[in-house]
């Protein structure tokens, strides 16, 4: 079965979603990434998979579930970190992030029956998901991170290797305090949405 795995940095303060600060302070940024992170990983934990690998900066803390393994992210770039996280898996794998607490399970069951890879576009141009039947870590290495042509280059690079490329649904990365209420208002009974209330409510 597919590996899930999930990219994510342990929800410190002035170490995560700093782009959310201002309106928000840093601690207060650091417990919405906590309560992203927290329904990302109730997702991938509702969702069938034969192994699920939390793939990480800094420590686990009570936020995470059982029934993931915990893996350190290496060192350099998002694009060699996402590498490695492909080149610990010998089977198909499904890697999302932690920044759309809005997604489900329904989008994390994948088929690569009639596939090579899944493809999940991002608004801000990046991605939210890769899946790949047969991980090949080259095919993330060297591409432009944090960009708006990220995505285009990485499916690109799929497409290009003659993969048969099926497309998930577009989704909004929680950046900026604009993209958190957009976020909150699709999953308004996830933890994320309630955390983002009480933020709000603090200010």
Do not use: N
């Not at 686990?60 to 059982?66: A, E, I, K, V, Y």
């Not at 393994?69 to 060192?75: E, M």
């Amino acid at each position: 079965m597919t590996t899930l795995l999930v990219i994510a940095k342990e929800p410190r303060p002035g170490r995560v979603k700093t782009r959310l600060t201002p309106p928000f302070s840093p601690e207060q940024a650091a417990s919405l990434a906590e309560a992203a992170l927290a329904d990302t990983l109730r997702a991938v934990a509702a969702a069938p998979a034969g192994r699920r690998v939390l793939v990480l900066d800094g420590r686990p803390g009570p936020w995470l579930p059982p029934g993931f393994d915990v893996v350190p992210q290496c060192a350099g770039g998002l694009d060699a970190r996402l590498a490695d996280a492909f080149a610990r898996c010998s089977g198909p794998a499904l890697l999302i992030g932690m920044d759309t607490p809005q997604v489900t399970p329904d989008l994390l069951t994948v088929d690569f029956a009639d596939c090579d890879a899944y493809f999940g576009p991002a608004e801000d141009g990046g991605f939210w998901a890769l899946g790949l039947a047969r991980p090949e870590p080259a095919l993330l290495r060297g591409v432009p991170m944090s960009s708006p042509v990220t995505g285009a280059v990485q499916r690109e690079r799929l497409v290009t290797a003659g993969l048969r490329v099926r497309d998930l649904p577009r989704l909004r990365d929680v950046d900026t305090a604009a993209d958190a209420h957009a976020v909150a208002a699709l999953a308004p009974h996830g933890a994320f949405a309630a955390r983002l209330a009480d933020c709000a409510a603090a200010r």
